[in-house]
């Protein structure tokens, strides 16, 4: 990905995104804009790409819902937002950016709702621009439907951008079509702006009015015609979006397999964030990663595991059904851990070179030291467990009192039996043993047996109660 490209032009690059639509057909309390794809909104997306490229103000032009959006869109640097409402087109929208624009730079316009345009794209219609050109971003599409339609002379100088609704049956024929993205001088655009008027179809101030305008004016009119149409494809429905978030996937997918990761289907896979893979990585189907994952090299992840927020170091195997979720404190899986299946390792779960945790296991915020092993139904939270420990079956930590958290300490080679709760604050010494079914409140130490539960005692030659006649 090209970084801060806009940086070394000439003249500097500010951007307006339009976001005041209503997004009717989403059929959704959330604003279109907010909507995700790939755990991201589409709004991000479009900012990210932006912001990535080095552009020096955003303007986001919001209306429908704006306070989300402006809520959103601010926490990002460099973002400000200007409230369009009524909303009457698309001129009308840039209208009310322009007060938030220099005239010493150009100005490219994109929409929040189209998120996958790729950095290198906007790159070069930013070229083409050059701060003293309109360039529109166009691609052909066999079904033209809606979209403004780019209308060339005989000499193919493009003439002007005809909407649809104000389309002769010839220009409906066209099948290029304006994507909705421009880069264009803002001195130029300002003055253009302030000339719009609204006699047309839908009694709108039109944005690509401003092309005539520009052919009028002498004012050099290029189209950067893109072949990918999902670059430039917006979102207006649940379907559109399915369909924009297989798009992004399958990129993702072939990106980690052109790097040497063996992916089982690349139709099944799913990155929600960023996803960063050692050599030699093997993942099966519908896996989902989730905010910032690592695999090390070697790592092999079974079938439907959801893995967030989480660093899985070399040579672990991640069993099918497992589900990690570091959150903000993160999870650490050491190498050679063994990991499921079915299993569940919280925010800050740290395991480990050769840990294995089995099925059913529960892990929150504890330390499981090199070859410590809980095979089976187990929970460990707010634990310190040492070296080659092994949790039994059915144990849990009793950790919490009803108000606070307390600590459990297992030093190194403990044995904790079956069904044994430990309840903390406690510490089991090193090398002990618990028996199984042991609830143990205080500390025990070194190298012990300790057995904390009810004798057993049995009753000889017992008669077990029989019905009445
Ligand atoms: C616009 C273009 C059309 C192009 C199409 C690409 C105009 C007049 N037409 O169509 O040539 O093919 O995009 O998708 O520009 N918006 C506002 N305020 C408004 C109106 C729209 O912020 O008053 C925003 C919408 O939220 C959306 C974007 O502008 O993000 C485009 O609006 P939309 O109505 O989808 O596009 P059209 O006007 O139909
Ligand atoms: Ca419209």
């Avoid at 989730?290 to 079938?303: C, F, T």
């Amino acid at each position: 990905m090209s970084t801060k490209a806009f940086a070394a032009l000439s003249k500097p690059v500010d951007v307006v995104v339009m976001a005041a639509g209503k997004g009717t057909r989403m059929r959704s309390q959330k604003p279109k804009v907010l909507q995700a794809l790939a755990g991201r909104a589409l709004l991000g997306h479009v900012l990210d790409t932006a912001l990535g490229l080095g552009v020096r103000d955003v303007v986001v032009i919001t209306g429908h819902q704006k306070e989300a959006v402006q809520a959103f869109a601010t926490r990002h640097e460099r973002v400000a937002c200007v409230v369009q409402e009524p909303q009457l087109g698309t001129g009308h929208a840039v209208m009310q950016a322009l007060p938030a624009l220099q005239d010493d730079g150009m100005t490219l316009v994109l929409s929040g709702d189209v998120p996958l345009t790729r950095p290198e794209t906007l790159t070069a219609l930013v070229a083409m621009c050059g701060g003293g050109q309109m360039a529109l971003l166009t691609v052909n599409l066999t079904d033209p439907t809606g979209y403004g339609r780019i209308l060339r002379n005989a000499d193919q100088q493009v003439q002007a951008i005809r909407e649809e609704k104000d389309a002769t049956p010839q220009e409906r024929a066209v099948t290029e079509i304006y994507s909705g993205i421009m880069a264009v001088p803002t001195a130029w655009l300002r003055a253009a702006i302030a000339k719009l008027g609204n006699d047309n179809q839908q009694g709108e101030y039109y944005l690509t009015d401003v092309v005539a305008q520009a052919v009028a004016d002498g004012l050099p009119v290029q189209a950067h015609c893109i072949q990918n149409d999902w670059e430039v494809a917006g979102v207006n429905s649940p379907a559109q979006l399915a369909a924009l978030e297989r798009v992004y996937q399958r990129h993702q997918a072939d990106a980690h397999m052109q790097a040497g990761v063996r992916l089982a289907d690349p139709e099944r896979f799913d990155v929600r964030g960023e996803l960063t893979c050692g050599t030699d990585v093997e993942i099966d189907v519908n896996c989902v990663f989730q905010g910032r994952v690592s695999l090390g090299d070697g790592v092999r992840v079974g079938a439907n595991c959801v893995i967030a927020n989480a660093h899985i170091a070399a040579g672990a195997v991640i069993h099918p059904f497992t589900h990690i979720d570091g959150e903000a404190a993160g999870v650490t899986v050491g190498e050679g851990a063994l990991i499921g299946p079915f299993a569940r390792l919280r925010p800050g779960a740290n395991l480990g070179r050769e840990v294995h945790v089995g099925n059913f296991v529960e892990i929150k915020n504890s330390s499981l030291a090199d070859g410590a092993k809980a095979n089976h139904l187990a929970y460990l939270g707010d634990a310190q467990v040492g070296e080659r420990v092994n949790y039994g079956a059915g144990s849990i930590t009793a950790n919490y009192d009803g108000a606070n958290k307390h600590r459990t300490i297992i030093e190194a080679d403990v044995h904790v039996g079956s069904n044994c709760v430990l309840v903390a604050p406690v510490t089991i010494g090193a090398g002990g043993t618990v028996g199984g079914g042991s609830t143990v409140t205080k500390d025990t130490p070194a190298g012990a047996l300790t057995v904390a539960r009810g004798k057993q005692i049995s009753i000889p030659n017992w008669q077990r109660p029989s019905k009445k006649k």
